[in-house]
Each structure stands twice: as structure tokens, then as C-alpha cells.
């Protein structure tokens, strides 16, 4: 009863270094999506996907690749970290590719510090 | 676009008062409405949702009705208790597809219930 796996869920980095943010999910969902949650900023979405192969940006790209070899997996890359980039970081997932009526799971989160 | 704002926090209560969190959204067509609730430490909850006007959402003693009147979706609860004090999001979902696929949040409000 896994549902959304986050690894890390603590990291420190220094700036310029680069790191991957894995997300996994078993629910077969289509669609999956990360988001950077600030304080009284609300959660802001960084990229999503509708499905292997298929990635876009959201509201805060800049700074962040993300790809979508397969179903499962959806793992987040930080180039060169900035302490901009400091925050808590959020993968979820939902059943369908298209309709946002529908809830999403989310994993317990990576809090990255960028010193 | 769609949007969604919440009353700011945070707010304490004493456990057993009554709560209300305002959430008050903008949006074309007949959007879902959905509150999700995190707990320290943990990644966001779906909590209650409801996918038309005039339904009423509940779980945990919690409440909340989609009045499109008002474009409001405010979340209840009679009789709060230290175990609720979290962080809750009020979120809007798009019903039609096309290109509106993400969620909507509010900023989130920091509720604490104290002995």
C-alpha cells in the first residue's frame, strides 16, 4: 500500500551542486506532477506529466528538468542548485491525465536546504 | 484564470470550539472543489471533496458546501481537537480537459487547537 514514495526526504546541498528528487508511484496513474511548497506561498507547480514520454511546464520551471521514462517513476533534477531553491518538495499523482476534478495523492515530501 | 483564496492564519482555537475556514474561489465552468489537510512533518491529505453545486462534503466531523451562489467553499467543523491542528488547503479541479489540468491551491491556513 506504497502509493506515492518520495526519496530523500531530507537533503542539504551546497550551491552549484546538482541532485535527483525521486518519486515513484503503484497506483498506475497517468498523471504526475511536482510542486515546491513555501511559506505563504501555497503549494506552486514546478512540471507535471500526462504520461510516459509526455512532460510540461507549470507555474516555476526555471532551475528544474524533469523526465518520464516510465509510468512509475517521475524524478525531479535540481542543475545547479540555488539557495533560492531552498523548500519542501511534493510529488503527486492522479488517475487521470485530463481531469483535475479528480484527488491527488501526494508523497510525504524531501525537504532540501540549499547552503 | 482559475484562482482560489482562503482566509489567512494562523488561527488557534481551544479544543471543542467550533471552525471556520473561508476559501472563496474564481473559475469558468463548473469546477470540483476539495479541501486537504497536512499534518506536521507529512505531505497534503485529500480531506473532503465535492463535485457540483449545492453537495456537501464530509469526513472526520468535517464539512463543506460548494455554494456557487457565492463561489464559496468554506470548511466546518463543531467541536475541533488537538488532533486537528494542521495545515489546510482549499483546491479547485477543472471538470472540462483540455489544457486546464492542474489543481488550483490556496496558501494554505495553520490551524493549532490547544488544550
Keep these: 500500500n506504497a502509493g506515492v514514495t518520495q526519496t530523500p526526504k531530507f537533503q542539504v ?10 518519486c515513484a508511484q503503484d497506483m498506475n496513474h497517468e498523471y504526475m506532477s511536482w510542486y515546491r511548497q513555501d511559506p505563504g506561498m501555497g503549494l506552486r507547480l514546478i512540471h507535471y506529466s500526462v504520461g510516459a514520454g509526455i512532460t510540461d511546464q507549470g507555474e516555476v520551471p526555471n532551475g ?23 523548500s519542501v518538495y511534493f510529488c503527486a499523482s492522479r488517475a487521470s491525465k485530463v481531469y483535475s476534478n479528480q484527488p491527488q495523492h501526494f508523497g510525504d515530501g524531501t525537504r532540501l536546504s540549499i547552503l | 484564470g482559475n484562482s482560489v483564496t482562503q482566509m489567512e492564519g494562523p488561527v488557534t482555537l481551544s479544543e471543542e470550539a467550533f471552525l471556520t475556514i473561508n476559501c472563496t474561489y474564481t473559475a469558468t465552468g463548473y469546477p470540483s472543489l476539495f479541501w486537504y489537510v497536512q499534518y506536521p512533518g507529512e505531505g497534503l491529505q485529500l480531506l473532503l471533496k465535492a463535485t457540483k453545486a449545492d453537495d456537501k462534503g464530509s469526513n472526520k466531523g468535517f464539512e463543506a458546501t460548494y455554494r456557487k451562489e457565492t463561489t464559496s467553499f468554506h470548511l466546518e467543523k463543531g467541536s475541533v481537537q488537538v488532533s486537528d491542528s494542521a495545515v489546510y488547503f482549499c483546491a479547485l479541479g477543472s471538470n472540462s480537459g483540455g489544457s486546464n489540468y492542474k489543481l488550483t491551491f490556496g496558501k494554505g491556513t495553520l490551524l493549532t487547537v490547544n488544550p
Design chain 1, 64 to 86: 528544474y528538468n524533469v523526465s518520464r521514462s516510465t509510468t512509475e517513476d517521475f524524478p525531479l533534477r535540481l542543475l545547479s542548485a540555488a539557495p533560492s531553491q531552498t
Design chain 1, 13 to 22: 546541498l551546497k550551491t552549484g551542486q546538482s541532485m535527483t528528487l525521486q
